[in-house]
């Protein structure tokens, strides 16, 4: 018993809490349409066996009536053979009349019943007979005195009497099968009536039982509830208890983040400081050790990329995920790459390079972190500046097609077919030779992608060994 | 010119202190909020050197502060926080220029001298009276086509003297102006400054304009025949 329940319990906190609440709703819902239709199939029920007992008790009076009309017949002709008077004759006259329609309203009656329709035919015959046999008598009196004169003719009484009295039997006959057709009746109704009240028994049991079940289906539907809404409040507890993690979590790598930026720089700080009071120190003397000065100068610039690379995982670290709504602003994209290419015409043409922008003066929004975008795009055109020698080309262009794509492409060294696919992922460098050469870490695509995906853009690059690459970043346009 | 420096890590503050020293500037180092809060009060800074994440209480609070008791010297923040937003908050905090640390020294000098420039008690890199020029960056002097390259103690003297031209000083003032907080001059300590700036100046002829008033201090009082 108990493995069944538990098994029954196991599969029911299996149900989705949708299929649940709707089967505890339709519980007590189900219980009411069941209990009021077999409620009315039970009083349509008691209707019709009332209206049989009301029918039978209709054929018994009936049968009364008839039964009475007959009595009235028989005494009617027999008085007045005796008496002559008119009033037994009238009274026959009567009973007579209302004879066949009374065995016409029994017919009617027991028409569904087959045995009392036989019973009321043969009662029928019978009675047509003892009529006759009462009219025959009735109709040779009156021929007799109509013949022999008024008073002419003494009978005598007795003989009279008797003579009327002939066909008695078939009188008493008859009156016995009217009063068997009657009993018959009488069983008939105690039969029905036993079957209502069996009916009626049977209705006050039901509506015991549905009450008790009732109370039971709503009892088990609001623990049911209670139990799911119990639930759900466990789930949102629960729920509350993640985020509140993650929360904390987010927080704690926020403090790490900002804890390691303090802890990592400050010595870097000593270290950068010192060195260059000791590299001053040196530059102020008459004739310093050149070697000193220059193993100084390493310690210096060795210290301020550090720096550098502290910054750059610091930064890669902050910017998981998505950007943050609050961070979201319009941004005018060609506007940003018109003052970058301010700046970078200058800076190329310093490293005798050329810088070519195209670049249209018609606003072109998309959403983001201003201060982002601009250091992705600088680092492109960082790494451009870095891996072209002297002489070659640097180009910006924006295109505003479905998204905004900026390219920004170079006529530099390339990068090998094999390297392709991983120029994005951190510390990655096409080959070591070149990054010792650039002093890059191997950071810097793999911010400008981090930067662009926050963005929910995405960035490209196509490279030929040798004739230069080209990086295009698709950002979403508002 | 005298500045404010506060920060925690003496490992960090030493070097600074030792290169605005050399440059010939006036500074007071203390490690934490509560010193630098009686100090802005007490003291006229020409710059206010602060480290962001300090014990107690941090650089913008002391920033805003600052700015509250309605003086305007230039701050500069120090700090290892390098967002954008960080930035925004130090600047939008009352402070005119950011740092992020590891900072270069050279760098930092640069600053303090461009700071300096937009003081509203400093004009230019060159301090001019009556004719004789003092720079500012080099601690040079210039009279009569006379270069005269200055020590830090006699470039601090020196300038304190030509920004108060023809005005009685008190050893007092004097050692208040020049002296760092927590330093405790001896009782000669302005004598001996003024004997040891009169015999440099000796070399361009021109240590009669320091004057001594007797009972009072002393006056820096150029000739007037001499104004171009």
């Not at chain 1, 050329?354 to 972190?369: R, Y």
């Not at chain 1, 451009?384 to 905004?404: C, F, H, M, N």
Request: with cysteine; net charge negative; aromatic share 6%.
């Amino acid at each position: 018993m108990t493995l069944v329940i538990k098994s029954f319990n196991q599969r029911w906190f299996r149900l989705p809490l949708r299929v649940r609440g709707t089967l505890i709703v339709s519980i007590p819902i189900s219980c009411l349409f069941v209990t009021l239709s077999i409620l009315a199939w039970l009083k349509f029920n008691l209707i019709e066996d009332e209206a049989w007992v009301q029918h039978t008790q209709t054929v018994r009076l009936e049968t009364k009536y008839l039964l009475n009309a007959l009595l009235d017949a028989e005494t009617g002709m027999r008085g007045y053979g005796l008496t002559r008077q008119n009033e037994f004759l009238r009274r026959y006259e009567q009973a007579t009349l209302t004879i066949p329609h009374s065995i016409n309203t029994l017919e009617n009656l027991v028409d569904d019943n087959p045995e009392q329709t036989l019973r009321i035919q043969a009662i029928r015959n019978q009675v047509n007979d003892v009529l006759d046999i009462f009219e025959h008598k009735l109709t040779l009196q009156e021929d007799l005195t109509r013949i022999q004169g008024a008073n002419d003719i003494l009978v005598p009484v007795e003989s009279l009497y008797n003579w009327l009295k002939e066909g008695q039997n078939d009188i008493v006959t008859t009156r016995d099968a009217i009063e068997r057709f009657a009993d018959e009746e009488q069983t008939l109704l105690i039969q029905r009536i036993q079957h209502r009240d069996r009916h009626q028994q049977l209705t006050f049991l039901f509506l015991i039982l549905a009450a008790t079940i009732a109370t039971l289906a709503s009892w088990s539907a609001i623990h049911l509830f209670y139990e799911l809404e119990q639930e759900l409040a466990n789930r949102q507890q629960h729920l509350k208890e993640t985020n509140d993690r993650l929360e904390s979590v987010c927080n704690q790598l926020q403090r790490f983040t900002a804890n390691a930026s303090h802890e990592l720089r400050a010595p870097l700080a000593v270290v950068l400081s010192n060195t260059q009071i000791a590299l001053m120190a040196l530059n102020q003397l008459e004739d310093s050790p050149e070697t000193a000065k220059e193993r100084l100068e390493k310690v210096v610039k060795t210290t301020k990329q550090m720096s550098e690379l502290i910054g750059e995982l610091l930064f890669l670290a902050r910017h998981e995920g998505l950007l943050a709504p609050e961070k979201r602003q319009p941004i005018d994209i060609s506007q940003l790459l018109l003052e970058l290419a301010k700046d970078w015409t200058s800076h190329c043409r310093d490293k005798h390079l050329s810088f070519n922008a195209h670049i249209l003066e018609t606003n072109i929004w998309v959403e983001g972190d201003e201060n982002l975008l601009r250091q992705a795009v600088t680092n492109l055109l960082s790494n451009a500046v870095r891996y072209t020698p002297p002489g070659g080309q640097i180009e910006l262009r924006l295109e505003p097609k479905k998204s905004a794509l900026i390219h920004v492409k170079d006529t530099g060294i390339g990068i090998a077919e094999a390297a392709l696919p991983h120029v994005f992922e951190r510390f990655y460098c096409a080959d070591l030779k070149r990054s010792k050469a650039s002093g890059g870490f191997g950071l810097g695509l793999a911010i400008v992608e981090q930067i662009i995906q926050i963005h929910g853009g995405t960035v490209q690059v196509e490279s030929q060994l040798g004739k230069g690459s080209l990086f295009t970043i698709a950002l979403p346009i508002v | 010119m005298r500045i404010l420096l506060v920060e925690d890590d003496f490992e960090q503050r030493e070097p600074i202190q030792f290169i605005l020293k050399q440059s010939g500037h006036i500074v007071d180092a203390v490690e934490d909020g509560t010193t630098a809060q009686w100090l802005i009060e007490e003291t006229d800074y020409d710059l206010l050197i602060l480290d962001w994440m300090l014990p107690g209480q941090d650089g913008i609070d002391i920033c805003k502060q600052y700015r509250k008791l309605g003086k305007t010297s230039p701050v500069l923040i120090l700090t290892a926080k390098d967002t954008t937003a960080d930035k925004v908050m130090g600047l939008d905090g009352g402070a005119d220029d950011y740092l992020v640390k590891p900072i270069d020294l050279e760098e930092l000098l640069a600053r303090v001298r461009a700071l300096r420039r937009r003081s509203p008690l400093w004009s230019g890199d060159r301090l001019e009276v009556s004719g004789l020029s003092l720079s500012l960056e080099t601690m040079t002097l210039t009279w009569q086509n006379q270069d005269l390259s200055l020590k830090t103690r006699d470039f601090q003297l020196l300038e304190y003297l030509m920004r108060h031209p023809q005005q009685v000083l008190s050893h007092q003032q004097i050692e208040q102006a020049l002296w760092e907080w927590g330093e405790e001059p001896e009782s000669n300590a302005v004598v001996s400054r003024i004997k040891r700036l009169r015999q440099t100046l000796r070399q361009l002829a021109i240590d009669p304009w320091i004057q001594t008033i007797y009972g009072m201090g002393y006056r820096f009082e150029p000739p007037q025949d001499n104004q171009p």
